[in-house]
């Protein structure tokens, strides 16, 4: 199993935005969507993956449902740069950034704030489970909270 340090600065973000949640933690890694909705019973899309994206010289947060994938010119245009310049981030990347490693990564608990987009489809769901700081953990939380705690902006990130 993974060091705890990524999931206890998760702890400590959660707890000092006022939002403290119990943190699941797994035998088996859930570095998926599908993974995750299967130890946790409910559907793929209740899944907020935090992908991390390099976009021009910087990076962004980007807070997908777990049932699509994330089409870089959306996000390009709300970010207003050239759709080129957005791109996955490499692990090395995700972890300066985020200070945790692909597959674990939360929406908080980063050595310093992100700017952050939220996938408007998780707003179907009236509980999302997200990444808690490493692959064996995740917490529950809400669209709105996910918007509250990163300072993001809803945005449709759907290839469609």
């Not at 019973?41 to 976009?55: D, E, H, R, Y």
């Not at 929406?107 to 489970?129: M, S």
């Not at 709105?144 to 993001?152: K, R, V, W, Y």
């Amino acid at each position: 199993m993974e060091t705890t340090t990524g999931r206890e600065a998760v702890r400590r973000a959660l707890e000092a935005a006022g939002a403290p949640r119990e943190i699941r933690t797994f035998d088996t890694p859930v570095p998926s969507a599908a993974a995750a909705a299967e130890q946790l019973g409910c559907a793929v899309g209740a899944i907020a993956n935090s992908l991390v994206f390099t976009a021009g010289e910087g990076v962004v947060l980007v807070l997908a449902s777990g049932a699509h994938r994330v089409d870089p010119g959306r996000v390009a245009g709300h970010l207003g740069v050239a759709k080129r310049r957005v791109k996955r981030a490499d692990p090395d990347t995700v972890l300066r950034a985020t200070g945790q490693r692909v597959g674990g990564v939360a929406p908080v608990g980063h050595p310093a704030p992100l700017p952050c987009v939220v996938d408007v489809a998780l707003t179907a769901h009236p509980t999302v489970w997200a990444g808690a700081g490493d692959e064996h953990s995740m917490f529950p939380t809400t669209a709105d909270e996910l918007l509250a705690l990163t300072g993001g902006t809803l945005l449709e990130v759907a290839a469609g």
